[in-house]
C-alpha cells in the first residue's frame, strides 16, 4: 500500500495502493453509525473524490460485521429539531459515498442492517460473504430506514417487507433478487472485491470516471434521455487520446499504455 490515511479519521482506515483504495469501517463491536461516524465517512469520500489517481473504491467493515446500522443511542434524547439536523448529515454523507467520481465495489463481509444495507445500495458492485445477512429493522427502534436505497437494488415487496417487519434476508436471498451481485465465502469476499477493483484501475480512467458519472445520472431518466445522455458521453470519451489508445491495443492485442499509469 502506498498511503495510508488512517490518522485522518479515527474510525474509518483508508489504504491506497496504486489507485485503488481500500475504506474499511472501524467503530467495535459492529461498526454502528453515529453522528461523527457519518461526518468521517463524508470527509473520507470527499477526500478520496479530489484525488486525480483514484481509480477504484472497496468499501468494508473490520471484524464480522459490515455494518450494524445506526447506534440507537443516537435516537434516545433526539428532538424533533435534533432530529432533522441528524437525519440532514445522514443525507449529505451518503451523497458523498453515491457521488463518488470512481467505482466502488462493497465487499460485505458480514451482517449489513439498517444503514449498512442502505450503504451498500449506495455501491456500484456488491460481493457478499455467505455470512452476510441484510435487513432493515429501523421500525422497531421507533425510526424509518432508508427504503428508497433499498430499493435500488431489491424488489419493491421485498423491501417493503423487510421494512414492515424488520426480517433478515440471507446472502443466498439476496444474490437470487440481484440484491448482490456475488456470494463467496468469508475469507475470499476483499479478495475478491479487490479483484474487481484491479480490473476497473486497469481501465481508461476518463472513461471510467464519465462511465460512472453517466450511470449516476441516467439512473431516474427515461429510456431516450437516458441514452441522449450516454451518447454526449460518448462523443466527450471519443475525444480524449485514451479512447484511441484502447482501440488500437485492442487492434494488436496488448495491454494498453494510457498516459497516466498506475
Given amino acids: 500500500m502506498d498511503l495510508s490515511l488512517d490518522t485522518l479519521e479515527p474510525e474509518i482506515r483508508v489504504q491506497i495502493d496504486r489507485g485503488v483504495a481500500l475504506v474499511r469501517f472501524d467503530r467495535p463491536p459492529v461498526n454502528s453509525f453515529n453522528r461523527e461516524m457519518y461526518s468521517q465517512m463524508r470527509r473520507t469520500f470527499r477526500r478520496l473524490s479530489d484525488r486525480a489517481d483514484l481509480r477504484s473504491v472497496v468499501l468494508t467493515g473490520n471484524g464480522k460485521v459490515f455494518c450494524a446500522g445506526n447506534d440507537v443511542n443516537d435516537f434516545v434524547d433526539l428532538n424533533i429539531d435534533q432530529s432533522s439536523e441528524y437525519l440532514a448529515n ?7 459515498l453515491f457521488d463518488c467520481p470512481v467505482p466502488v465495489i462493497a465487499a460485505i463481509n ?10 451498500t445500495s449506495l455501491c456500484d458492485i456488491r460481493i457478499a460473504s455467505e455470512t452476510a ?4 429493522p429501523e421500525i422497531d427502534v421507533g425510526v424509518l430506514g432508508g427504503s428508497k436505497h433499498v430499493m ?3 424488489p419493491q415487496g421485498l423491501t417493503r417487507k423487510m421494512m414492515y417487519t424488520g426480517v433478515r434476508v440471507s446472502a443466498g436471498e439476496a444474490l437470487a433478487v440481484s440484491m448482490v451481485e456475488e456470494v463467496v465465502p468469508v475469507d475470499k469476499v476483499l479478495d475478491r472485491a479487490l479483484e ?4 476497473i484501475a486497469e481501465k481508461s480512467p ?24 450516454e451518447c454526449k458521453l460518448t462523443t466527450e470519451v471519443r475525444r480524449s487520446a485514451e ?5 488500437l491495443a485492442f487492434l494488436e492485442k496488448r495491454r494498453p499504455r494510457y498516459a497516466d499509469e498506475r
Avoid at 110 to 119: D, E, Q, R, Y
Fill in 110 to 119: 458480514g451482517p449489513a442492517v439498517g444503514t449498512g444495507i442502505a450503504l
Fill in 196 to 199: 474487481l477493483a484491479n480490473t
Fill in 90 to 96: 445522514v443525507r449529505i454523507s451518503f451523497a458523498a
Fill in 133 to 136: 445477512k441484510f435487513a432493515l
Fill in 243 to 247: 479512447a484511441s489508445e484502447g482501440a
Fill in 152 to 154: 435500488r437494488i431489491a
Fill in 206 to 229: 476518463s472513461a471510467i470516471r464519465l462511465a460512472k458519472s453517466g450511470l449516476n445520472r441516467v439512473e431516474n431518466m427515461t429510456l431516450n434521455e437516458g441514452y441522449e445522455f
